[in-house]
């Protein structure tokens, strides 16, 4: 694995399969999951499951059956993949490829929403009676989640990365996964291990108001140096043989799964890419200026715009 994952471009392109795997998987087994503990619980009320007529108790036992097969199914090879994630990341000239910045973003989103369903307020959705039967161990899981984050954490990318995931970053989420791994039955983590976890707690904390402060010191950002696909500010920029601007990471991202243009839909390979080198000039420009503004008027100095 270490020779394959010298091959950088193959390397990538198989972690971006392998996280596309990983998210299936899980959505899948917890889906299933969630589906089974209703009717557990639904058919816990006797009085109530026997109300219902006997041919739509037997359709819901017969979903069952084929949810409980699913689930299994699903749970073992998350297990699986989610094993595979910790190991391979635990090697340094392996976690250095999933921190490239076509992969980091994609790495940290998923952690998070693991995360996010496994403490998260919706956890309790999957408290089905003798989770074992499905494979489903709610806290080997969260420690191999927990402990892929640690072996990223070294890196300044990856705290950046979970902080711009809008959509599943919770910092309640990581200091819960702290609590629940360092008490309780076993697994728990090791000390070594939390004592990082913890850090990366407060880095990501202290990433999160730095993103503020740079947005608030940014302003209203002109088009031109918006990427034409995020609509955020580049710091790569490329031409596109659409003609579009997009930065670097965000068609390499594109790139993994679609080789394509997205503007046009015509074959894109990475060498197409023309760099933008006058757009990014001016983007640095742009932004040591309104960093600049920002320090006079923290320090009460009169900004001459001359």
Known sequence: MLGY?????????????????????VDEALSKLKEIRDVQNEMADE???????????????????QDENHARYFM?????????????????????VFMLPELAGRVASMLNYFLSQLV???????????????????????????????????????????????R??????????????????PPTMPTAQLVVLEGLCTRCVEAQGEMVDEEEELGDIPDEYLDELTAEIMSDPVLLPSGKLVDRTTIMRHLL??????????????????????????????????????????EGVPMDTE
């Not at 994952?5 to 998987?25: E, G, H, K, Q, W």
Request: charged residues 30%.
């Open 168 to 185: 599943s970053f919770n910092i309640s989420n990581m200091r819960k996964a702290v609590r629940v791994l360092s008490s309780g039955g």
């Open 257 to 298: 799964s679609d080789e394509t243009d997205p503007f046009s839909r015509q074959k894109l390979k990475v060498e197409q890419l023309v760099d933008a080198a006058d757009v990014k000039a001016k983007i640095q420009e742009y932004r040591a200026q309104k960093r600049a503004e920002a320090k006079a008027a923290n």
């Open 47 to 65: 009085a109530a499951w026997n109300r219902i007529p006997q041919r739509q108790r037997m359709q819901r036992q017969q979903t069952l059956s």
């Open 5 to 25: 994952a010298r091959d950088t471009p193959r390397f990538v392109r198989f972690v971006n399969m392998l996280i596309n795997d990983s998210i299936y998987a």
């Open 120 to 166: 998260g307020p919706k956890s309790t959705e999957l408290k089905v009676r003798e989770p074992e039967k499905y494979f489903f161990q709610p806290k080997k899981l969260l420690l191999e989640i927990a402990t892929t984050m640690t072996q990223f954490a070294g890196y300044k990318e990856f705290a950046e990365a979970i902080v711009r995931d809008q």
């Open 76 to 96: 073992q090879f998350t297990n699986e993949v989610l094993h595979m994630l910790r190991y391979l990341s635990s090697a340094p000239d392996m976690a250095v």
